[in-house]
């Protein structure tokens, strides 16, 4: 993680952290590292999604941009996958998203994908941090050079629901689906998807009004719609972010169906079928039962940090078309370049209405090891050594001593937040939850102590 952006592009909460002036200046210097190069007028696609500081950094982003001599189109409010999906096909040079995904109203992020609609390099990023810092005066352009901003936001909507309709494997005629929009994005997209395949859809928290974005609800609180999936006799119900390149799914019985479950499955039914090129590629975060279903048809199980840039990393270097994050982060590279939750659920569905049974007898299949993440609070300056300790090695060592070949812990820093999220995971839940709540303290304890 670099000065400015972590594993997802810049974070922090709206103007404290990621304020209008460095929204500017991450304009100019995106503008500067993606385009001096190039022998024509360049453009920029920027969408968002339903936060109330929104307007403001995209504003602030536009002005850097066009400050640099780069046309900007703003595609207003669209899920993240439809930002870079828009990008490749329009073969413009660059899309910006901003949104902080999962996290509460008050953050707010600026995420940056090339222009074949791929999150940036490593190295595109560390280039862009070292001129938001020293903004090159080169950079600045005057007169007809300008850039021009313009709006397609209906279009760009349209487009993407399309795009999503038309890669769906088949129907969901008569499926009776709860959506929750978590108050984003998906607002705007998910009625129309899910309709147009055929089910009979009940969308909730899909009236954003800039502050309720994932406020109790969405991927991360999936507690009302499992109650309403289960109180209302459905067949099953979906979950997005904030910005919909997340989705978990819950099965008629109202229990939820999580990243790894979700690839698990769909590896399965590629696998079956021959449309599964290589293995799934999945991170070190990915319940051991994931890897346990896969290995018992053959599958291989790929492993890398987490992150959904990662994945795709390793997915292409592979030639990999399936991977993702136990938190929902799916991709289906055959279709996108990124995540993408109104796709991965478009799957799922038509992959359970074609099999005739219901989701929970699927989803019954994959065995699931407990797991438990306790968040411990760590100043980025030091979240990065606190694995390395000595009294965090010390845990970890009877964590593994107890458990065996069957359980583990994986203590790692979070690539958005001030935070160490320690997960222990082992058939036994009490077990586990023992262990977690022992080894945070441990940790807790350590941190106090730098």
Known sequence: MGKYFGTDGARGVANAELTAELAYRIGVAAAWVLTRDLQHRACFFIGRDTRISGGMLEAALQAGICAAGVDVVSLGVLPTPAVALLTATHSVDAGFVISASHNPFEHNGIKIFGSRGYKLTDEQEEQIEYFIDNPPAEAMVIGPVIGRITHLELSAEVEYTDHIIKCAPGRIEGMRIVVD??????????????????????????????????????????????????????????????????????????????????????????????????????????????????????????????????????????????????????????????????????????????????????????????????????????????????????????????????????????????LVRVMVEGRDEKQVADWAQKAAAVIKQAVAEL
């Not at 590629?270 to 039962?289: D, E, F, K, P, Q």
């Not at 136990?326 to 590279?333: A, D, E, R």
């Open 181 to 418: 929009c978590a108050n984003g994005a998906a607002s705007m997209t998910a009625g129309r998807i899910f309709g147009a395949l055929g089910a009979d859809v009940t969308l909730i928290h899909h009236s954003p009004n800039g502050v309720n974005i994932n406020e109790n609800c969405g991927s991360t609180h999936m507690e009302d719609l499992c109650q309403r999936v289960l109180a209302g006799g459905y067949d099953m119900g979906v979950a997005f972010d904030g910005d919909a390149d997340r989705c978990l799914l819950a099965d008629e019985k109202g229990r939820v169906i999580d990243g790894d479950c979700i690839m698990a499955l769909l590896a399965e039914q590629l696998h079956s079928t021959g449309a599964l090129r290589g293995g799934v590629s999945a991170t070190v975060m990915s319940n051991l039962g994931l890897r346990a279903f896969c290995r018992e048809r053959g599958i291989e199980v790929g492993c890398t940090r987490v992150g959904d840039r990662y994945v795709l990393e390793e997915m292409l270097q592979k030639g990999w078309n399936l991977g993702g994050e136990q938190s929902g982060h799916v991709i289906l590279s055959d279709y996108a370049t990124t995540g993408d939750g109104q796709l991965t659920a478009a799957h799922f569905l038509c992959m359970v209405s074609a099999s005739g049974k219901k989701a929970s007898e699927l989803r019954d299949r994959v065995t699931v090891f407990p797991q438990v993440t306790v968040n411990v609070p760590a100043p980025n300056d030091v979240k990065k050594k606190v694995a390395d300790l000595p009294a965090v090695r010390g845990v970890a060592a009877q964590i593994e001593a107890a458990f065996g070949s069957e359980g583990r812990i994986l203590v790692r820093p979070s690539g958005t937040e001030a």
